[in-house]
């Protein structure tokens, strides 16, 4: 945006300058020309009355000399021509190409003076041509013409261009230095308002701005913007805040209850009962599952993490070796594979083992008697990736983007244990870990997911 508003300067300064300059230069042109040709005027109006006398008695007199003499000094040619257009006298520089020279011709014969109409330019090669009738007593005897290189002309022209151009260069770099200058002050605020923005959603509530820069209205909207900021932290602070109070509190008579409906079981004697009771001890279990996994999310958004460097094989070698007697009582194949001895990442503490645990929790529920569940370490996109590949059911594309909210389950996993919150605390983890969790269809059958978090070596 500040390069747009700049060459937006830029441009309007440059229409103003050629609007200016333009005309300009060519009333410079025009100048220098008609001051040329008023001075070349003058001298054959003097050599027509030089003229006069020779051409009345045929004798060329002292015009010879004179021209002569005007060729030597200014190199500028000169000749008098009598009325049938034969040369009377020439200097020795004249030369004057019949097409140009009859225009010049007829008017002087006409009893008029003659010049060359356009102005000369930066680019012009011809001459400037003057033709002035020799008169005497209203009778027109002959004519002088005068051919007068352009050069010294050109060269005056085009010092007046060039320093035009030069003027237009210097107030367009001034324009653009001050456009780069009142860019900079009109946009700095919204950049900052922009990049404090995306640090409000990715969840930092401490950001601020300072309100002392920019125009009037961007620091009004720099208030405006605090005053959100304030709002929306304290909202998120006192969501988690009661979300894990809530989660904390309900533990003590959770369990007081559970001790209670626990203490039932003995007095119970028909079978009915007895299934009553031992689903209600389940409800309680499940419940109290739902609160830890409330209570480890809320303490998971809270705030900024600071980073661990840990080894990702090292952990994923840990998980699988903790999961394996569940898996193998599942009837489950769990197995692990690495592609490097050693993957240094930055994470939250822990973020990588809670990642872990929910994953292979899920592939082996899901994966049933029979099944396989492939845990892969590996480099991936200047970073590490950790794969966690079953092959269950799976779910449709649609499943797999719902699979991280809260509390939401497949509609075929409605019976089986599971607080809805594992993924989702999974996915706000390794978010916060300046990572990405994806979840895709494996190659065959099932779902693989896909941990990616930063090396030790990939820049933040």
Not at 13 to 42: F, G, H, N, Q, W
Not at 333 to 352: K, Q, R
Not at 409 to 431: E, H, K, M
Request: one cysteine or more; charged letters at 20%; a negative charge.
């Amino acid at each position: 945006m500040r390069r747009r508003l700049a060459a937006s300067y830029l441009l309007l300064m440059t229409l103003v300058l050629l609007a200016l300059e333009i005309p300009l230069a060519l009333t410079l042109a025009s100048r220098e020309s008609d001051l040329v040709r008023a001075d070349r005027l003058a001298d054959a109006t003097r050599f027509a009355a030089l003229a006069r006398p020779g051409l009345r008695t045929d004798t060329i007199g002292t015009v010879r000399d004179e021209l002569a003499r005007y060729d030597e000094l200014y190199g500028i040619g000169a000749a008098v021509l009598d009325r049938d257009r034969h040369t009377f006298v020439r200097s020795v520089s004249y030369h004057l190409e019949p097409a140009r020279g009859e225009a010049a011709v007829r008017a002087a014969l006409a009893g008029q003076q003659y010049t060359s109409a356009e102005s000369v330019l930066p680019w012009t090669s011809d001459p400037i041509v003057v033709a002035v009738p020799v008169n005497d007593n209203g009778e027109v005897l002959g004519m002088v013409i005068i051919v007068s290189p352009a050069g010294r002309v050109r060269d005056a022209v085009t010092f007046w261009w060039l320093a035009l151009g030069g003027i237009g260069l210097l107030a367009a770099l001034a324009c653009v230095l001050t456009a780069r200058n009142l860019a900079n002050w009109v946009l700095r605020p919204v950049t900052v308002l922009d990049a404090m923005t995306h640090e409000v959603a990715a969840g930092d509530g401490n950001t601020r701005i300072s309100d002392q820069a920019g125009p009037p209205e961007l620091r009004r909207l720099t208030r405006s913007f605090n005053d959100m900021a304030y709002a929306v932290a304290d909202a998120m602070e006192r969501q988690r805040a009661f979300v894990a109070h809530a989660s904390h509190q309900l533990r003590n008579p959770l369990t007081a209850l559970r001790l209670r409906v626990e203490e039932l079981g003995p007095s119970l004697a028909d079978d009915d009962g007895r299934s009553e009771h031992r689903l209600a001890l389940e409800e309680t279990d499940r419940l109290a599952t739902v609160l830890d996994g409330l209570l480890t999310l809320a303490r998971a958004e809270r705030g900024q993490h600071q980073l661990v460097t840990i080894d990702a094989v090292a952990v994923a070698e840990s998980r699988v070796a903790a999961w394996e007697p569940l898996a193998r009582h599942h009837g489950t194949a769990l197995t692990l594979s690495v592609g490097l001895p050693v993957a240094l990442v930055h994470v939250v503490p822990t973020a990588l083992d809670q990642t872990l645990d929910a994953l292979i929790d899920n592939a082996v529920k899901f994966s049933g008697p029979g099944g396989r569940v492939e845990v892969e370490v590996l480099p991936a996109d200047g970073g590490i990736a950790v794969h966690v590949r079953d092959d269950g059911p799976g779910m449709t594309d649609t499943q797999l983007d719902q699979a991280t909210e809260r509390f939401w389950r497949a509609p075929d996993a409605q019976n089986i244990d599971g607080s809805g919150l594992g993924l989702t605390i999974a996915a706000v983890l390794v978010d916060a870990s300046g990572g990405r969790l994806a979840m895709t269809h494996a190659d065959q059958r099932g779902l693989d997911a896909r941990v990616w978090l930063r090396s030790l070596d990939t820049p933040a």
